[in-house]
């Protein structure tokens, strides 16, 4: 405990914009992850799928069924590649830091990047505008503008409320779950390196959390990515 995140201020001279160089580079280490096996998964396709095309296609059939559970897949298949990226990037960036913390410095440079409530407010913000967009682009505006209205003129208040309430949700949600994860985690390894006793004592509770972190962190990509879905189908489905 005790570390800091190394962060470039006043960025360009703009006395408001900051750089948290630690979530630029965890960007960057899990879009290049997500590529890479995304390649890999796709690269030599055989009918009878072996390594990384039977992983990657089993996720996309779990993603598909996440979006078939959803809305019709007439149109669900269109939100498909939208909700795969979303799976796989936050199971990627959920697991980097379950696997270990990189401090230099005092600095911590290698963690979750969803740990953080920048990301995953800017995922849950990114998908609550992409619902309102598709709402509007597949309905049409008279359509989308009257669902706010429905069933009762006076709902309309707090329908708006309920649009800012799901967006935290959905971004605090993931960064709770991850965050307190991360920190319990330094705990167990600064008991474990406090001594024969302390390694012992802390060992074990050290690999069953982190065990459960794995668990946490699937089940947090699968929360967000249907809730995501869920979201979208509200605005894009017809009976909503």
Do not use: C
């Not at 960007?27 to 390594?51: D, Y």
């Not at 990515?225 to 489905?237: D, E, F, G, N």
């Amino acid at each position: 405990m005790g570390h800091e995140a190394p962060i470039v201020h006043d960025v360009f001279g703009i006395s408001w914009l900051d750089f948290n160089l630690s979530n630029v580079f965890m960007i960057i280490v899990t879009s290049a992850i997500v590529f890479i096996l995304s390649v890999l998964g796709a690269r030599k396709l055989k009918m009878k799928p072996t390594g990384a095309q039977n992983v990657m296609e089993w996720v996309l059939d779990f993603v598909k069924g996440i979006v078939n559970d959803t809305m019709d897949w007439k149109t669900g298949k269109l939100f498909l590649p939208l909700a795969l990226t979303l799976f796989s990037y936050i199971l990627v960036g959920n697991m980097l830091g379950v696997i270990t913390n990189g401090v230099h410095d005092h600095n911590v440079w290698w963690k979750s990047p969803t740990a953080d409530p920048g990301i995953t407010m800017t995922l849950a913000a990114m998908v609550i505008v992409l619902s309102h967009f598709y709402g509007i682009k597949l309905r049409g505006g008279k359509e989308y503008v009257k669902d706010y209205f429905r069933p009762l003129p006076f709902l309309f208040p707090i329908k708006i409320i309920e649009e800012f309430a799901n967006t935290l949700t959905l971004g605090l949600r993931l960064f709770g779950n991850l965050y307190a994860g991360e920190v319990l985690l330094t705990l167990l390894v600064g008991l474990t390196t406090s001594g024969v006793l302390g390694f012992i004592g802390g060992a074990i509770p050290f690999l069953a959390w982190q065990g459960f972190s794995l668990f946490i962190g699937g089940i947090q990509a699968f929360i967000f990515t249907m809730l995501a879905m869920v979201y979208i189908s509200h605005k894009v489905s017809e009976e909503h």
